[in-house]
């Protein structure tokens, strides 16, 4: 089993700044991608940014030049920074990783439990 544990979600002012860190724990042989999704109230979860294993990192429209995704894969952590903040940003973000449990293993897909992200106007 893959646990996936986020934080740094908050209550913030438009214009300002958050860092999500997302750490994932357990049977682990190889992180293929991490990144993060967000789902607004009444609508769908979106992709925000994701980030594989090589150098290949994708996000969303909404968010590209506000927001940068990294990674330490030495402690199988993501982050998520994000700045300029506009109260559409307004969600819970969810942390997802694509995970080799060993050698010879399927890739699984894993979430965690979300983190809120407010930014008031």
């Known amino acids: 089993q893959v646990q996936l544990v986020e934080s740094g979600g908050d209550l913030v002012q438009t214009g300002g700044s958050l860092r999500l860190s997302c750490a994932a724990s357990?049977?682990?042989?190889?992180?293929?991608?991490m990144g993060w999704h967000r789902q607004a109230p009444g609508k769908q979860r979106e992709l925000v940014a994701m980030?594989?294993?090589?150098?290949?990192?994708k996000y969303a429209d909404s968010v590209k030049g506000r927001f940068t995704i990294s990674r330490d894969n030495a402690k199988n952590t993501v982050y998520l920074q994000m700045d300029s903040l506009i109260p559409e940003d307004t969600a819970v973000y969810y942390c997802n990783a694509e995970v080799q449990a060993g050698r010879w293993t399927i890739a699984q897909n894993y979430w965690g439990q979300g983190t809120q992200v407010t930014v008031s106007s």
């Open positions: 357990g049977s682990i042989f190889r992180l293929n991608a």
């Open positions: 980030s594989t294993s090589g150098t290949s990192i």
